[in-house]
């Protein structure tokens, strides 16, 4: 299924669930039948012990063999065996497709929200975030659906079925039976006392130091090799790993007697032992048949397992939790509304009314923007760094909406149009550039999927990037990432080349300053000054050339235009503008 399909499939399917119970409760019915096929199965399990001990019995009694009874007891555990097979394989089986739907599901709704939430949300961190949602932590569900139910309810079957049929043999032997796993419950608050989980929790925190510790020293490893810092980066880490020995003594020296005294209780030799010691004194003193020892004995090893299958149950339960956490959390990111009655844009004239924006309540990033962009005209915006350039010509594809204020395109709020239609009107260029894994030609004509090469062809040379093409391996059947590997610049030229093909009235440009090689400059300029015709263009200017060639210069500081005109007429006023151009111009030197 592609992304698309799956997001299609995600909008018509239910809410995001609210809790693991909202997760589940689609599901009840495969859960259930998970459960009963399990019960099923783990007591019919049960069979050939018990026809072991029955065998044991019928066998060492004296008297004659009832050949009929010993061959009846074979076969019923045979059949119980063959029945706990086949009922252990459905109950896995429908479990596993329980949880291969609850994955999908999840999936989808995922895809289906990514669709609909503001561009702008995805940056770079967010999207290396995004992939261990959608890959490791959907799967992550896993072994909670698919494994734990089976084994939790077979771990407390198993004995509980046992622990009924041994008290029916002798009672005293049973609770004698039952010492190891009351020794091991009595453990388990000793594991819970606020000193324990304190140093629990210093264990985890100090876990955290060292993996944070590491990933910036391997981050920044360039950074700190090229300033000399490795002592000092490394120093980090080493006091990190230094801090957790202690916390580890701390912990290991709390818990290491319960959880070795939890071991013990629970070993099969302690519970032989237990089972022994009890049995002989009661068969010493001619209360029990020595061959009712046997049933204690096989059954008593098993009367343990919920203890360890209580552990691993809940580590599976935290570890889904955990992960459900962070899938509700992309979930919940507000998608932008989709108008119900688009409305079509009258021409392109552009117009940003009173717009404010900030990425957080506290903090205001645009504060108050008028301004006019006018069909067959560039506007050059220019501005110290971190004034809003980049924040503001985004709101244009709409990667965001302003908090007050208005964006107008033809006349029409981009609220109020169908993101086709904008897509369709608005083409952009920005410098974090993004080319997918598949053909030259299929990331040129993402926009335009039936485009001939002739016209891909076309875009590429105003764009300036097909002598570079022609060079790669298989030319405009190279797959960027596998067999071409393109340098900021080139990708740029590729996100301009794909915007000319789109041939979308409404541009908007952000002028490389990370990449500025020549070719990309050259050909920006060139798609400014062929493109320009009727359209309206955009642009963040870095370079005098382009503010020169722009009909419009709008100067930001501190997110508010604080000057504007053609770009000569600033100049000459000797304003703000100027003087932002003069000490821009000193540095570029
Ligand atoms: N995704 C984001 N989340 C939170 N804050 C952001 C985000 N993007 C930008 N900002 C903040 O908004 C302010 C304006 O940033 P913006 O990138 O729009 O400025 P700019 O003029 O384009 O800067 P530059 O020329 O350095 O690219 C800055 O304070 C920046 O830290």
């Known amino acids: 299924m592609t992304v698309t399909e799956l997001a299609e499939a995600g909008e018509q399917s239910t809410p995001p669930p609210a809790s693991m119970a909202g997760l589940l409760r689609p599901h009840v019915g495969a859960f259930t039948a998970v459960v009963i096929l399990q019960v099923i199965g783990a007591v019919a399990g049960l069979a050939p012990l018990l026809a072991v001990v029955e065998l044991g019995r019928a066998l060492l009694s004296s008297g004659p063999i009832d050949h009929g009874h010993v061959w009846g007891v074979v076969i019923a555990g045979s059949v119980g065996l063959f029945v706990r097979l086949v009922f252990t394989a459905a109950s896995s089986g429908v ?9 999908l599901g999840f999936r989808r709704q995922l895809a289906a929200r990514l669709g609909r939430v503001p561009i702008g949300w995805f940056s770079r961190r967010r999207t290396g975030e995004l992939a261990k949602v959608v890959g490791e932590d959907v799967s992550a569900v896993h072994p909670f659906i698919a494994h734990a139910p089976g084994e939790l309810v077979a771990a ?12 029916t043999i002798d009672w005293r032997l049973t609770l004698i039976t039952l010492i190891p796993v009351v020794l091991a419950v009595a453990l388990v608050p000793l594991m819970m006392t606020p000193t324990r ?4 929790e210093d264990f985890d925190a100090g876990m955290g130091r060292i993996a944070s510790s590491a990933i910036e020293f391997v981050q920044g490893i360039a950074v700190v090799k090229a300033y000399g ?11 990190a790993t230094d801090e957790f020995a202690d916390t580890f003594l701390r912990w290991a020296r709390g818990l290491s007697p319960i959880a070795a005294g939890m071991q013990l209780v629970l070993s099969p030799p302690f519970v032989l032992l237990v089972v022994l010691i009890g049995g002989t004194a009661l068969i010493t003193t001619g209360g029990l048949a020595a061959t009712d020892l046997l049933p204690f004995v096989l059954l008593g090893l098993g009367l343990t397992a919920p203890v360890a299958a209580l552990g691993h149950g809940f580590d599976d339960l935290q570890a889904a939790r955990r992960a459900i956490g962070r899938i509700r959390d992309v979930l919940d990111v507000r998608p932008l ?17 009173e717009v404010r924006f900030g990425y957080d309540t506290d903090h205001e990033v645009l504060r108050g923007i008028d301004l006019v962009l006018e069909p067959g005209t560039v506007t050059a915006v220019v501005g110290p760094s971190g004034s809003g350039k980049s924040t503001l010509v985004q709101l244009l594809p709409r990667f965001f909406d302003p908090t007050h204020g208005s964006v107008l395109l033809g006349g029409v709020d981009l609220r109020d149009l169908g993101s086709e239609e904008l897509y369709r009107t608005v083409s952009f260029v920005f410098q974090d550039v993004r080319l997918l894994r598949t053909t030259v030609a299929d990331n040129i004509a993402l926009a335009v999927p039936h485009a001939d090469l002739d016209d891909v062809i076309r875009a590429a040379r105003l ?19 596998e067999d071409a590997a393109l340098s900021g610049g080139e990708a740029q030229r590729i996100s301009l080349a794909r915007a000319l093909l789109a041939d979308a009235p409404v541009l908007v440009l952000d002028e490389a300053t990370a990449f500025a090689d020549p070719h990309t400059e050259q050909a920006i300029r060139g798609a400014l000054t062929t493109l320009a015709g009727d359209r309206t263009i955009l642009v963040i200017a870095h370079r005098l050339e382009t503010v020169a060639d722009a009909d419009t210069v709008v100067m930001l500081d501190n997110g508010s235009i604080v000057e504007r005109g053609k ?21 570029s030197r």
């Open 567 to 587: 770009p000569a007429d600033l100049l000459a006023r000797n304003g703000k503008f100027a003087a932002f151009w003069q000490s821009h111009r000193m540095e």
């Open 337 to 353: 509304p989709e108008p119900a009655h688009p409305i079509a844009p009258q021409g392109h004239r552009v117009e940003l009314r």
């Open 229 to 239: 810092g490795g002592g000092r980066a490394h120093r980090r880490f080493r006091t």
């Open 156 to 167: 407390f079957v198993v004995p509980l079925v046992s622990l009924i049929y041994l008290f």
């Open 95 to 103: 479990g596993h497709l329980l949880d291969g739907r609850v994955q």
């Open 197 to 200: 989980l304190r140093e629990q």
């Open 463 to 481: 764009a300036n990037i097909h002598d570079r093409i022609l060079e790669l391996p298989r030319g405009y059947e190279s797959v960027i990432g």
